[in-house]
């Protein structure tokens, strides 16, 4: 679970984690840098100039925590990810940079990063390719990103996408308990 910028961990484990399957490993890690109300995961909102070395950075933090966790669990059966806005940034940049290690992936009011390194991860061998990875892209009515386009270009061209706008009313509490 990768939270929204200005959220903690606290935050999503405590509105999600009671909601996983039995035998399912919850993990949420907090993002870096601090924010007003919690922790952003890059130091910038400037959506179309990304800071690489952030990017990659965070992206680098989460698999050494799903690598190393706390409980000797390092060989999970699968692996989703749910991100939220700036979370979902970080988990699509999990599947471009690691997609073998990734099986599926939520993201709610998101964005894909626009950066050309990460953009030659896209272009890799079948073998780790994103292409069969199913994605459920969820948009609230009205919420439009600055990167919108690319992301829904780099969705329909590299996963499985499937697209879901809501209206309905669980959208305030998927947004505001972890935003």
Do not use: C, K
């Not at 984690?17 to 993990?27: D, H, K, Q, S, V």
């Not at 989703?80 to 599947?95: D, F, P, R």
Request: net charge negative; glycine share 6%.
């Amino acid at each position: 679970m990768f939270h929204d910028a200005g959220s903690t961990v606290e935050t999503a484990a405590e509105h999600y984690f009671a909601y996983l399957p039995e035998a399912t490993t919850g993990l949420a890690v907090q993002a870096g840098f601090d924010a007003t109300f919690g922790h952003s995961w890059f130091s910038t909102n400037d959506y179309q100039h990304a800071n690489f070395p952030e990017v990659i950075s965070a992206a680098h933090r989460v698999f050494d925590a799903i690598d190393e966790d706390e409980y000797g669990t390092s060989n999970y059966a699968n692996i989703q990810l749910l991100g939220v806005g700036q979370g979902a940034a970080i988990a699509t940049t999990l599947l471009r940079v690691r997609p073998e290690a990734i099986n599926s992936l939520v993201g709610l009011n998101g964005y894909v990063i626009d950066n050309a390194m990460l953009g030659a991860l896209d272009n890799s061998s079948s073998e780790t390719s994103t292409d069969d990875t199913p994605i459920l892209w969820i948009t609230t009515e009205g919420a439009e990103h600055p990167s919108t386009e690319f992301t829904h270009n780099w969705l329909t061209t590299h996963t499985r996408w499937i697209d879901a706008e809501t209206t309905s009313a669980i959208t305030p509490f998927l947004t505001q308990n972890v935003s």
